[in-house]
């Protein structure tokens, strides 16, 4: 699988070493990021805050969870460049896991990338732009959404804006830029077959598959106090966790009731 257009307009020319340039500055952007949070730091508006984060059973249990169910489907994988690219559904699953589990889900899916990539036969040099541009797929949607649930407009416009146009359009420079940076595929392959291969897996399919996701994930996790703005006492989302906790109650409830009848 390859793009004509792609190969031609990101990989050769005057935009080339631009490409190239901004995949690395994209790669000590994501090295910043992790140093910020791992030091109890973060972004808002009122400019450098603390993150919020507790390091406890919880935390490191999350961690695990999504670490796992987004390395579980990566051996499922249909190759279009072997060792690098290919069709996996499996990694569509990354902006929701972050935008309702937050942090611990960002890093859960991050960090698990290599030991994916280990399990699929995929390890490479291209591994490492892998493991940090995925940043970007899970900490820009945690920060930037404003919310899981997507029946709420704002919710979905700015899930769908930060997590399904922006960050992988990001991690489609990253990637490729690093796989080209390092010679470990041709440019033209990076930038023609990588960039297409990144954009079908975390653009169109997270585009198609995250509602299903979120109206999974988000219920479950708001019933177990294990979405991240009830961990971290978020209050403008109270309402709205309380109104699904209650009716997942009312549903349970209906569901007895029905079935002493």
């Not at 020319?13 to 952007?29: F, S, T, Y």
């Not at 249909?78 to 569509?92: A, D, T, V």
């Not at 796989?179 to 470990?184: C, I, M």
Request: glycine share 10%.
């Amino acid at each position: 699988m390859n793009a004509p257009f792609l190969q031609v307009f990101l990989g050769e020319g005057p935009l080339h070493p631009v490409m190239i340039g901004l995949a690395l500055l994209g790669l000590v952007v994501a090295v910043g990021i992790w140093v910020m949070e791992f030091a109890g730091w973060t972004i808002s508006r009122h400019g450098f805050v603390r993150n919020g984060l507790k390091w406890n059973a919880t935390t490191i249990a999350i961690i695990a969870v999504c670490a796992a169910l987004y390395i579980a489907g990566r051996v499922i994988q249909i190759q279009f460049i072997p060792g690098i690219g290919g069709l996996n559904p499996s990694l569509s699953i990354a902006q929701s896991l972050a935008v309702v589990f937050g942090l611990p889900g960002a890093i859960g899916v991050t960090f698990s990338m290599p030991i994916g990539d280990a399990i699929s036969g995929a390890l490479t040099l291209g591994s490492v732009a892998g493991c940090l541009s995925h940043t970007f797929i899970t900490w820009i949607p945690y920060k930037f959404a404003t919310g899981a649930d997507l029946r709420k407009p704002r919710n979905l416009i700015t899930f769908y804006f930060w997590g399904i146009i922006v960050a992988p359009v990001i991690h489609a420079i990253v990637i490729p830029g690093w796989l080209d940076f390092t010679h470990v595929v041709p440019p033209a392959v990076a930038w023609g077959g990588v960039t297409l291969s990144i954009l079908l897996n975390q653009a169109l399919l997270p585009a198609i598959l995250s509602p299903i996701y979120l109206a999974i994930l988000y219920p479950i996790a708001v019933r177990r106090g294990l979405y991240w703005k009830q961990r971290q006492h978020v209050p403008q989302e109270d309402e709205d966790m309380v109104a699904v906790a209650a009716s997942d109650t009312s549903s349970i409830t209906l569901k007895n009731k029905e079935v002493s009848e």
